[in-house]
């Protein structure tokens, strides 16, 4: 446990999770010294006692504290960070700072796609088996407000930014769903994206496990890297958990059958097998897993059925922010797709949509800051359409399709350009659904 009292702690970055660790240093005793670029923000520092420095960030304001907090969105690499990591000044993630302060054991998550899909699953599965659970992490829950919390395991959903600064942190079992292309736009390359997913791995021993994906090249040919105990989930091979004439097999016993997984898509096919490969280390029962998996509801804003007009069927998928996501999306779907692409772009290669798009998409309507890019990457002979939002987006999906066909919002790009996350522009297209449907009734 680590003492706060009187400790001098410095917070970069008054986000959500910096608030949340802030507002905890105060509650022990620390002295919060708060650094943000964000001017706004001065009046509540002032109300709540913080040192702070506004408007910029640098390290004479930091070079009295003992330790520093970094917020997920600020890059590991700015020159008055390698300032302050030159004057010895320890800086650690939100994550690693909270399990400080913990007794039982962290299920760590991460992956390109589908983190917040199996970090759910697990917590409903082991909430349903009696277990004392909490939820936390990039999921939207900040670590350190769950870790007085009486709990047998967290289950924390990771991202690459979080994993970035860590040196003590330590899950009992990791799970790496997947690496491949994405925030190309923070990293230099796709191997230091790579390699700081495998920062989950970073201290765990041969008394730790790893749920890992024989299909994922970058996870297979890094295997040496990897101290623990390693568990394998397949939908191709005959590995620890693996699919076989319809069902789902884990050692050779059956969990579920596939047909029974409420989830749409390939994708979620992996994550059930990976969310089995961690309950199955902690034992719980088969029978309570397959219930579990069965009564999942899944997440909002991934491969999200919202609507039906006149036999066209409208999917939010709006979660996908990277180009896998999207192509996983649309292995989910045989043909007929009209699919809305664009956004924010992150340095990804839209021309490896090309293949899967020829085969299952009989339009593309393109959206967003990226929609120039797209355009050039795609090959000529796809049809697309560019539109203004996402108003004539839906509109024009609709007006091009017939019934049997399935619009699919999976943008395969971030949302910053028009909307403040990815939920915001899911819950505008699910909302401009339902107004289409409505129509559709009173006409």
Partial sequence: MYDLRNRKIGIIGYSRTGKAAADFVKRKGGIVYISDINKKIEKELKEKGYKYELGKNSSDFLRETELIIISPGVKSDLPFLKELKEKGKKIISEIEFASYFIKGRIIGITGSNGKSTVTSLIYHILKESGKKVEIVGNIGFPFIDYVENDA?????????????????????????????????????????????????????????????????????????????????????KQTDIYGKEGKILYKG?????????????????????????????????????????????????????????????????SKATNIDATYKALKSFKSNVILILGGKDKGGDFASLNKIIKERVKLVILIGASKEKIKKQLDSNIPMIEVGGMKEAVEKSYENSESGDVVLLSPACASFDMYDNFEERGKDFKSLVENLIREGKNG
């Fill in 152 to 236: 047998d395991y967290f289950v924390v959903e990771l991202s690459s930014f979080q994993l970035e600064n860590i040196s003590r942190f330590k899950p009992y079992i990791s799970i790496l769903l997947n690496v491949t292309p994405d925030h190309l736009d923070r990293y230099d390359d796709f191997n230091e994206y790579g390699f700081a997913k495998f920062n989950i791995f970073k201290n765990q021993d041969e008394n730790d496990y790893a749920v890992l994906n024989k299909e994922d090249d970058f996870t297979m040919k890094n295997l040496d890297k990897i101290r623990a105990l390693k568990i394998f989930f397949s939908i191709e």
């Fill in 253 to 317: 016993e059956k969990i579920i059958d596939i047909k029974d997984i409420p989830l749409i898509g390939i994708h979620n096919i992996e994550n059930v097998m990976a969310a089995i490969g961690c309950l199955k280390i902690i034992d719980i029962d088969n029978k309570k897993i397959e219930e579990g998996i069965k009564t999942f509801k899944g997440l909002e804003h991934r491969t999200e059925k919202c609507g039906e007009r006149n036999g066209v069927i409208f999917i939010n998928d």
